[in-house]
């Protein structure tokens, strides 16, 4: 669930796309045909990208190493030295990129001498040449934009004398508070600063986005974005899977929209609901709602529930008294315990889990909160991390568990060559840490108890799915129609209304035209392409029922228990340790047996709670839709 439910890494590829050169439209085609394989004799071929990988292990660690630092302090010298590294790696990709085309046109036009390419060489070439063409000057713009909105994002917003950061302090108070009037008042500001500081920032960034993406071939990054998804007719897709899940969203939403009216005596009127009502800054994750949700019919049951609601699942599994390190200690035990190997020493050491003091040197407030794994391609043994300022809740505990996914992630397909390194496509790398946290429930100790538990997984879950996909229609929008400026607000919340029902609150005042809603959202500052989160929300679904099948398990699926399995532990390493070396397809077949991205594993997950939430709606006369 990472991203609050969130996040993960960002992709050292989210700036790009492929260069459009007609043999590689075909290597798409051939990708999804076969997986690659094969001992055969070194050629010269071979010599040449091994040297290519070996280089690229250093670029990506020196990367990774000044993206940690800047994400613990933005200094400066740190996001100096980022611009000139990325720099120069942009030159040494393009080089490297015509390098190894003209070897290909040069192999293929020869007669003489056999081909050596392989479909490994191939995809291998694919992968090195995504990328739109920026000059230095356009990509020294683009660095400096977003580091620009980064320390934007990171500052603090001051609300009754109190002066706070969106993470973790007002995510907190957004998800705990019952007070109508603070709710809109820390949404409205929240929103306000950030939306009219960035806007103007955004402008120039679409424009240079734009600009690199057309001088590869393309017409718009949001194109990019899409192709490196390598899901043909993308749009399509993800229509067709948002419309198979939208009912049971519909009669979710209707239930929540009905207690919320009844907790706060408002009325709606059959209408979107306010987006600062629903448990978080976005909307996109309703769980911390589940004390005003849930209703039993036997009172005096439902006030005892309601008590002892308090992070069930830290009760659960943890002992009492639990550190936020216990929580981190949990997450790598679940995969431990499906035979799957403990996380190197150097992990613990070098991660923050908790929203440290600054060291001097270093600027209050200056550290990335929000909840990111980084693979640091370690020269000298593995290196991996994550930050986090955590507390000990449910939420965190399920974050943590997303987290450690992307770790274990990394570790799977550590022996790959460099450009291999990476989930078969960014939708299975969040897919992993989320597939394991469906088996994160207490014991159902009634049906009352069971329901209670999956109504909580659907207020986390089942809003992320609109919301995955309203971020990316936003952008692709945007992208398309970069001179529309003033209508980009009103498309965020006419999205909003359509795909989730949702609205701004009432009183927020600030004009369409001065403010981008939007960049509240820490994946627009970071410029992280976010349908990865839209196609996650099925794929973490599909690979949970193909582990639970693998564990053996015939009876529902949302009772299924996949820790301690070997069998299942087998089946997920060896497909994470494909990584990005086949089309997504092959490596996702072998897995679940099927070539696509599927919305039925998740419906039969929430079959127990559709029926019943049709139960309550029958029961209050309630009407779908909004």
Partial sequence: MGEKMRVGKKSPNDLFCTLRIPFLSVLAILFVTGSISASRIPTDVDHLLGKFNDELRLYRHYGAELAWDMSINMTHEVLDKNEQFTIQRNIWTNEW????????????????????????????????????????????????????????????????????????DLNRIMES?????????????????????????????????????????????????????????????????????????????????????????????????????????????????????WEDDDEKSNEKMSKEETNPLVKAILPKNATVLDMVKAAEDFFVSMGLPKIPPSFWKNSYFEDPKPTDGEQPNARNCHGSAANMFGLHGPDYRMMMCAEVKDEDLVTFQHEIGHIVYFMAYSNLPTIFQDGANSAFQESVGDSVTYDLKPTFTSENSKIKSLLKTGLAKLPQVGYGLVMDLWRWNVFENEDAVSLWNQNWWDLHHEYLGVTKPAGYKIREDNVMDAAGKFHIIDNIPYIRYFLGSFLQVQFYEAMCTAAGWKNDMHACQIRGSKDAGQLLWRMMGRGTSNHWSTTLEEMTGSKDIESGALLRYFKPLQRWLESRIRRHGLSLGW
């Fill in 177 to 293: 508070s019952r007070d109508e009037k603070m709710l809109n008042k820390v949404w409205s500001r929240w929103h306000g600063q950030i939306g009219t500081e960035v806007k103007p920032l955004y402008v120039s960034l679409v424009h240079m986005l734009n600009q690199g993406a057309r001088q590869a071939g393309h017409s718009d990054i949001g194109e990019c974005w899409r192709e490196e998804t390598e899901i043909p007719h993308l749009k399509m897709v993800a229509s067709k899977l948002y419309s198979e899940v939208k009912h049971l969203y519909e009669m979710l939403h209707t239930f929540v929209r009905f207690k919320l009216e009844q907790f706060y005596k408002m009325d709606f009127n059959g209408g979107p609901i306010p987006s600062h009502l629903l448990g978080n800054m976005y909307a996109q994750n309703w769980q911390s709602l589940i004390d005003i949700v």
């Fill in 97 to 168: 990129c015509s390098q190894l085309m003209n070897l290909y046109r040069s192999d293929v036009a020869s007669s003489e001498n056999p081909l050596e390419w392989t479909l490994e060489h191939l995809r291998q070439l694919y992968l090195v040449c995504r990328g739109p063409r920026f000059t230095s000057y356009q990509l020294s713009n683009v660095l400096e934009i977003l580091s620009t909105m980064q320390k934007l994002y990171n500052k603090e917003v001051c609300i009754n004398g109190k002066c706070m950061r969106m993470e973790p």
